[in-house]
């Protein structure tokens, strides 16, 4: 056994590790909480599954697992369809929100729990716990209680203890969300470094868009029951595929228009304060949310609109300042619901409220989207 | 899991500790002054006359149960009828309360009025209703015979099996309550990551909730042993006046030949056995789910 177990786990990993969904659905009574969700994650990456309780994103999760059964589709790990396979044959680890560590147990009888049965000897098994608690820092606390450790403590234990199984799979359920926030920064940043020094394929649920973005090569953004665009995480911020993704990813800066003109992927929309130009493709006639992130709108002193096609700019005036230490956020009245928001850098030069200002950003951040029927 | 939600608790407890004490002395005067008055005392009344003889100091009365073979043949039957009371009622209690905490709505609901309706049935009245039930032309060998099981009434009461079927009637709820309670508050979350470790259904039961149950079986055994060494109403209305246990024989001696020391005596060897199961039990119960 001269090989360690960074090096099983990167090789196996990064060899055999695939999860593949395909078509999946699943139904509590009534309700669709997953509608035929197809998703693919490459060896070696690490995927977040983000989206508002209720998306179905932690029964997704639990599909994987083999925690539950789906009522249609496909699951399979590692090229083998596992689909009706139980939990504890498929070789997944998974931390669990709150850790479900076992209680009766030493930090060293939770780590090695996945071990017994395995036809490995005693020696084998403590050489393997300790390596698995050394990888997350914790190698002094192998016969400590799992009661008297902190929160991040029992949460590096509850990573140590799915590692140690060798699983093809890294499966985190709201993993870091007990964790208070300066401790799950830090988490973020070396379980991110941890997970790709050992080359490990891994699947997070959160709610937690900066824990999404920081942390993932991929996040799948989720919404009843349905997958709104799974991309990496640059590209969900930077151009949203979905109005939903738009608002829940960031905030989105919006004016509601009607199409009058379209060519090659963009539009002009009507708006009553004036005309916008988006990038888009919906018909000439159609209500949309023309929406930017506001970082890019500069905010400037009333005056003309610039005579610039490339250019989207409104008048307004300042309604609301909110300090955000690094960043200033600026609430505009533009005549419609609900305020635009903008965003700068640092906070000073800021008009007071109440004064008239121009907004300025360019339109190839403008990106337009189908209204939503009833709600703004 | 529990120890984040403990940790400002206990740092809050060390910062105070003689207030708590106080707070704690405090509330449990009233149930202390009342078990000084009405318990502590007359068993230290018991004990004492249990240690004396017409000249003093004495231990006759234990010698004369202890030292003779009717004597502990009491002992003997008031600890048979405990142990073997205290392993039926387990093995049906234990799966029984798994039952109840997995149940959901109006089956939980009936799970728990039959268990608790018979609380509030007097001991008397339940053992009587198993004499009416077992006797020659009770209610089970009219079936037997009904169904041609049977040609002739089967001689059921005043056997060892009526007592051990009619203590652990009676007892049963005392086992599978503690259980419950206990049971209930394992996370199923647990039995889970114990599955995604490659632990099959019943390898996660065995490692994962029998020890976590273990201290609802402790308190479950010691409620129900401590309560069936010493059963007085089931023995004798089920096995009559042949079948004599220490609970009986204390009756006797207090009620019949007045001999009070020798109740004393009975008694304080049954509160021995009592006491030596419920300590026992105690620390197992400590051990085991020490951090549970």
Partial sequence: MGRSLEQDLTENLAAAAHVAVAGLSKRFGASTVLDSIDLAVAPGALVTLLGPSGCGKTTLLRLIAGLATPDQGKVSIAGLDVTRMPPHKRNVGVVFQNYA??????????????????????AMIAKRIARALDLVQMGRFGDRPVTALSGGQQQRVALARALAVEPNVL???????????NLRETMQVELRRLLKDLGATAVFVTHDQDEALTMSDQVAVMNAGRIEHYADPRRIYARPATLFTMRFVGISSELRGTVGARSQGRVLVDTPIGQLQ???????????????????????????APDDPDVNSVAGRIRQITFHGARTRIAVDVGAQPDFSVEIGGGSGIPGIGAAVRLRWPSTQSFAYLAPR??? | ??????????????????????????LALPALIVLVFLYALPLARLLSLSLHDDAGFSLEAYGRILGDAYGRSLVWNSLRLGLITTAITLVFGYPAAFGLAMSRGALRSLFLASLFLPLAASVIAKAFAWTILLRSHGAVNDALLLLHITDKPIRMIFTQ??????????????MILPIYAVVAQIDPRLTEAAATLGAPPIMAFLRVVVPLSLPGVVAGVALVFSLSVSAYVVPTLLMGENYQTLASAIAKAFLLVRDPALGSAAGAILMAIGLLVVVVSNRLGRASGRSA
């Avoid at chain 1, 560590?101 to 005693?122: D, E, I, M, Q, Y």
């Avoid at chain 1, 499966?171 to 926030?181: G, T, V, Y």
């Fill in chain 2, 1 to 26: 899991m529990s120890a984040v939600a403990q940790a400002p608790a206990r740092a809050a407890a060390a910062a105070t500790p003689r207030r708590d004490r106080r707070a704690a002395l405090t």
């Fill in chain 1, 374 to 376: 009833g709600a703004p």
């Fill in chain 2, 161 to 174: 099996t009526s007592l051990i079927v009619g203590a652990a009637n009676i007892f049963l709820p005392f």
């Fill in chain 1, 101 to 122: 560590l076992f209680p009766h147990l030493s930090v060293a009888g939770n780590v090695g729990f996945g071990l017994k049965g395995r036809r490995l000897t005693k």
């Fill in chain 1, 278 to 304: 988006a990038e888009g493709d919906q018909p000439v006639g159609a209500e949309v949310v023309v929406a930017t992130r506001p970082e890019h709108v500069e905010i400037g002193p009333a005056g003309l």
């Fill in chain 1, 171 to 181: 499966l985190f359920d709201e993993a870091l969300s007990a964790l208070d926030r």
